[in-house]
């Protein structure tokens, strides 16, 4: 079954503890990319990544890195994770065509407390 | 970047059509228009997309006003598993960037 995966699906740290959300596709997609969703903000981009090794800023990247290793693969990680960073995190990826439809994973719920 | 405007929410009936309109004025040539959904606790959900025509797959259809700067999701017959956040957005050519706004809430009734 085509699909992108998240682990963890939830989970609660501590300030500054340094953790990492994965995300994988079976699709063979070019294109990956990082959400958070907010309420009464939507969903804003993090990063996002063209292709293996290239990586760019979305509209909210303070806070968070990425790499881009493997095709297959697209780490977000927290170096010093905020409260502020609580949030619902979603992995999407799809082809590089411009008109093709992301698929998204099911969401990872951050705490930080 | 381009933004889209959609009502905050609808309600609809069972079994009955429904038509979600977004407005997108400052869309560019190649912006594609693209449809997603949002069921409660899942990730967004692609449902449509397109450019200039209009386009019908198995979940909806797709009405894209001439001059690009509107644009109109169908439901042809609501069904509960359709009670949902819909939201239109515009795909950007270069950095294939989706924009989000925040959707229309669409209620179900049975």
């Known amino acids: 079954e085509a699909q992108v995966t998240q682990n963890p699906r939830y989970l609660i740290t501590v300030t500054g503890k340094k953790l990492t959300v994965t995300c994988s596709q079976n699709?063979?997609?070019?294109?990956m990319s990082w959400y958070r969703q907010d309420p009464g903000l939507g969903l804003r981009q993090i990063y996002y990544?063209?292709?293996?090794?290239?990586?760019d800023k979305g509209d909210v990247p303070e806070g968070y890195k990425v790499s881009r290793k493997e095709k297959r693969n697209f780490p977000l990680i927290l170096e010093s994770p905020s409260p502020n960073q609580t949030s619902l995190y979603f992995c999407?990826?799809?082809?590089?065509?411009?008109?093709?439809?992301?698929?998204f994973g099911s969401g990872t719920r951050l705490t930080v407390v | 970047d381009a933004k889209t405007t959609q009502p905050n929410s609808m309600e609809s009936n069972e079994e009955e059509p429904v038509h979600l309109p977004c407005n997108h004025s400052?869309?560019?040539?190649?912006?594609?228009i693209h449809w997603y959904r949002q069921l409660p606790s899942q990730g967004p959900e692609y449902v449509i997309h397109?450019?200039?025509?209009?386009v019908n797959n198995r979940m909806a259809s797709l009405a894209i006003a001439e001059d690009r700067k509107s644009s109109t999701l169908i439901l042809h017959r609501a069904t509960l598993r359709d009670a949902a956040v819909y939201y239109c957005?515009?795909?950007?050519?270069?950095?294939?960037?989706?924009?989000w706004g925040l959707g229309t809430s669409l209620a179900v009734n049975p």
């Open positions: 400052t869309i560019s040539g190649t912006d594609y």
């Open positions: 957005i515009l795909r950007e050519s270069g950095n294939r960037k989706l924009i």
């Open positions: 999407a990826s799809s082809r590089l065509t411009t008109g093709d439809g992301y698929t």
């Open positions: 699709m063979n997609h070019e294109y």
């Open positions: 397109g450019l200039t025509s209009n």
């Open positions: 990544s063209m292709n293996v090794e290239v990586t």
